[in-house]
């Protein structure tokens, strides 16, 4: 039998000691992303959700998902969203290529009224700060997910000095250190362990409760999946998506 990992144990208590931060001190903020998201749906609006990299995990974590808000959209940039593109590191020169976004939004279903939740852990490149911009120039309602202490102990990448948190209605603060990384340990010269990916996908599933939370206290019932691999599912999921086909483009 092996013994006990210490790395892994240290590993666990950095993200539950991160999550007792974002469940406490990002409460009054989550219910107001949630707030944004009820709106939306009462209103007839479309739900898009965006990120770059590894932020883009978060994003893809609540689109088409057993337990999910089916209104969730994934706002895919080719050659940004995930690690597939070869080189991976083509992706993060993207990120920084100035005049993206417009093009992105241009090109999207997204209209007046929708919202736009943005994950960048950074907040500093060019493509989420100019797609808060331009969103919300727009007319549409942006939810910033990022690290507020990038904005505050580093630079910004994008010719007007602003991070993504400069442009939202909403900023769900993750709390995550510059670097990503929760672990340190002798013989190994980088840091390690990255918390970003569970602590953002937490946010993301919270903000949604909050807006189930609030869409049934008007009445309104929530147009969630179910697991296909439980008796009934497909069913149950093929009658939301006609109910909300207008709404939903991820199965186009």
Not at 193 to 222: C, D, I, K, N, Y
């Amino acid at each position: 039998m092996m013994s006990e990992s210490k790395l892994a144990g240290q590993f666990f208590d950095a993200a539950i000691g991160l999550l007792e931060r974002v469940r406490d001190e990002e409460a009054e903020s989550v219910a107001a992303a949630g707030a944004v998201i009820a709106d939306t749906v009462v209103a007839g609006g479309r739900l898009f959700a965006f990120g770059a990299g590894h932020s883009s995990l978060a994003a893809q974590d609540v689109v088409y998902r057993a337990g999910g808000l089916a209104l969730m959209n994934l706002l895919a940039v080719p050659g940004v969203v995930g690690v597939d593109v070869m080189p991976a590191t083509l992706g993060s020169a993207l990120e920084r290529v100035d005049g993206l976004a417009a093009a992105v939004l241009d090109t999207s279903p997204l209209r007046a009224g929708d919202t736009l939740v943005i994950i960048s852990l950074s907040g500093r490149n060019a493509l989420p700060v100019e797609m808060a911009m331009n969103a919300r120039a727009l007319g549409i309602k942006v939810i910033g997910v990022t690290s507020v202490a990038y904005a505050e102990q580093t630079r910004s990448r994008h010719v007007s000095g602003g991070f993504l948190r400069d442009h939202c209605d909403v900023v769900l603060d993750s709390k995550i250190a510059v670097g990503d990384a929760e672990l340190t340990h002798e013989g190994i010269e980088a840091p390690f362990a990255p918390a970003s990916t569970v602590v953002t996908s937490a946010l993301m599933q919270a903000t949604l409760a909050a807006a189930a939370e609030l869409l049934v206290a008007r009445g309104f019932e929530p147009p969630m999946l179910r697991s296909g691999n439980v008796d009934g599912g497909h069913e149950w999921n093929g009658r939301v998506m006609r109910e909300y086909g207008d709404r939903i483009f991820y199965r186009r």
